[in-house]
T-cell receptor, first 116, second 112 residues
Framework: SQQGEEDPQALSIQEGENATMNCSYK?????LQWYRQNSGRGLVHLIL?????REKHSGRLRVTLDTSKKSSSLLITASRAADTASYFC????????????????FGQGTILTVHP | DAGVTQSPTHLIKTRGQQVTLRCSPI?????VSWYQQVLGQGPQFIFQ???????GRGNFPDRFSARQFPNYSSELNVNALLLGDSALYLC???????????FGPGTRLTVL
């Protein structure tokens, strides 16, 4: 079963605009990670935010985490056509409540299309 | 450094057959995880192996099995294939069980 749910399911923007994707989850976590996937290929790790962190930056990416609301957001600033991809949040609840170690639980993803 | 590699890239099988997928982790990584991604869905966790031992198992039937070798590479075996097993199978490696997982390009399995 999917723990995370991304919102929106699809997002279409123009180059240069900002893109914001949201993720909600259900259980306590150790960390939350965002991945990018191009055209059904392998996933590329973007950023990891730990449960005791509230915000993290990496280049044009900004991730926030609100553990009280069990939600996270990914902001991509000044988007480019090359950012077109599916974006997934994945939660790691290793060891919590008997959860298997190393199990990342993914949402269904947000499909981002950036028009040149 | 080379990333995670998987073979084969694509595979076509018929129902009832058996399949073996292979994964080589990033050098220095001792943990390998396997995920199944059905079209239009996010990946679902199948197994994690660390130091040749199973450390985590997802909600998949016993037809799915895996192992890890002394060089930390891994194989995923699926027996008695069903149409519903058609998916992209992703392998990820990490230094230990709790570190960031880096994914390979996947093996696309089609069951006819």
């Amino acid at each position: 079963s999917q723990q995370g749910e991304e919102d929106p399911q699809a997002l279409s923007i123009q180059e240069g605009e900002n893109a914001t994707m949201n993720c909600s989850y259900k259980t306590s976590i150790n960390n939350l990670q965002w991945y990018r996937q191009n055209s059904g290929r392998g996933l590329v790790h973007l950023i990891l935010i730990r449960s005791n962190e509230r915000e993290k930056h990496s280049g044009r990416l900004r991730v926030t985490l609100d553990t009280s609301k069990k939600s996270s957001s990914l902001l991509i600033t000044a988007s480019r056509a090359a950012d077109t991809a599916s974006y997934f949040c994945a939660t790691d609840a290793s060891g919590s409540g008997g959860t298997s170690y190393g199990k990342l639980t993914f949402g269904q993803g947000t499909i981002l299309t950036v028009h040149p | 450094d080379a990333g995670v590699t998987q073979s084969p890239t694509h595979l076509i099988k018929t129902r009832g057959q058996q399949v073996t997928l292979r994964c080589s982790p990033i050098s220095g990584h001792k943990s390998v995880s396997w995920y199944q991604q059905v079209l239009g869905q996010g990946p679902q966790f199948i197994f994690q192996y660390y130091e040749k031992e199973e450390r985590g198992r997802g909600n998949f039937p016993d037809r799915f099995s895996a192992r890890q070798f002394p060089n930390y590479s891994s194989e995923l075996n699926v027996n008695a294939l069903l149409l519903g097993d058609s998916a992209l199978y992703l392998c990820a490696s990490s230094v230990t069980v709790l570190d960031t997982q880096y994914f390979g390009p996947g093996t696309r399995l089609t069951v006819l």
